[in-house]
């Protein structure tokens, strides 16, 4: 991966700490996993989208 990209994941898991993290969407013909990170008291949410997802095991929702 470029050094910015790292670095830009780096800054999207950083902005998401502290919120509620649930499994949004799969788009199973693209391989595709969307991640959406809400925040209590704020209308304002952050999606982390993972491309290329063969396989998901996880809770369907976890806090920080």
Known sequence: MLEQRISDL????ENS???IATLWE???SLSELSIRITWLGTSENIHLVCNGCTRIESMTTWNN
Not at 10 to 13: F, G, T
């Open 26 to 28: 799969y788009a199973a």
């Open 10 to 13: 780096n800054a999207a898991i």
């Open 17 to 19: 700490r502290g919120g």
